[in-house]
């Protein structure tokens, strides 16, 4: 099987997609965050446009994310020790808890760019406010990343979990 091949075959695992659009939501509001702050700072419509942008982007970007992670819960379980699957019960309580922040910024972040042209008496606290939003998802971003990073990288482990949770219900097709 030529490599190609192989990594064809790997974009039919969940597992595989979802640990390579994990980093998307948090590094893309890292450059969003970056370029929306110094485009408000600098008063710059064009710039912040282009933050708003890789605001959106990233944030939405957490919906296949947690997607994938959803559908490869089941696998990642059964091939974890018991310290990793309280660290992946973790995970997906967080993300299931929480990614509706990245969805919020995402519409946050439409509403600033729509607002530059119907609104502009608007926009520009439409887009402070889709910064700070964006600022607040990064950090829970940050917090799910860690407890996921948890359960395939021992070596980063202190301990278990902080806050032991329920086994995660996931929905059978």
Same mark, same amino acid.
């Given at each position: 099987?030529?490599?190609?091949?192989?990594?064809?075959?790997?974009?039919?695992?969940?597992?595989?997609?979802?640990?390579?659009?994990?980093?998307?939501?948090?590094?893309?509001? /890292?450059? &969003? *965050?970056? %370029? $929306? +702050?110094?485009?408000?700072?600098?008063?710059?419509?064009? !710039?912040?446009?282009?933050?708003?942008?890789?605001?959106?982007?990233?944030?939405?970007?957490?919906?296949?994310?947690?997607?994938?992670?959803?559908?490869?819960?089941?696998?990642?379980?059964?091939?974890?020790?018991?310290?990793?699957?309280?660290?992946?019960?973790?995970?997906?309580?967080?993300?299931?808890?929480?990614?509706?922040?990245?969805?919020?910024?995402? /519409?946050? &972040? *439409?509403? %600033? $760019? +729509?607002?530059?042209?119907?609104?502009?008496?608007?926009? !520009?606290?439409?887009?402070?406010?889709?910064?700070?939003?964006?600022?607040?998802?990064?950090?829970?971003?940050?917090?799910?990343?860690?407890?996921?990073?948890?359960?395939?990288?021992?070596?980063?482990?202190?301990?278990?979990?902080?806050?032991?949770?329920?086994?995660?219900?996931?929905?059978?097709?």
């Amino acid at each position: 099987m030529s490599e190609l091949q192989q990594v064809l075959q790997h974009l039919k695992q969940p597992e595989y997609v979802h640990v390579l659009l994990n980093p998307m939501p948090v590094y893309g509001l /890292v450059c &969003g *965050v970056l %370029a $929306l +702050l110094l485009a408000v700072l600098f008063k710059n419509k064009q !710039a912040q446009i282009v933050g708003l942008v890789v605001v959106v982007f990233a944030s939405a970007s957490a919906w296949p994310v947690a997607e994938y992670g959803e559908r490869s819960y089941d696998r990642v379980y059964s091939m974890s020790n018991p310290e990793a699957q309280q660290w992946l019960d973790v995970h997906a309580h967080r993300a299931g808890q929480f990614v509706y922040a990245f969805y919020v910024t995402a /519409v946050l &972040g *439409v509403v %600033a $760019l +729509l607002s530059q042209w119907k609104l502009p008496k608007l926009a !520009a606290k439409l887009t402070v406010v889709t910064l700070l939003a964006a600022i607040v998802s990064l950090g829970i971003g940050g917090w799910i990343g860690h407890a996921g990073g948890q359960v395939r990288h021992s070596e980063f482990r202190d301990g278990p979990p902080p806050v032991p949770v329920k086994p995660h219900e996931h929905e059978k097709d």
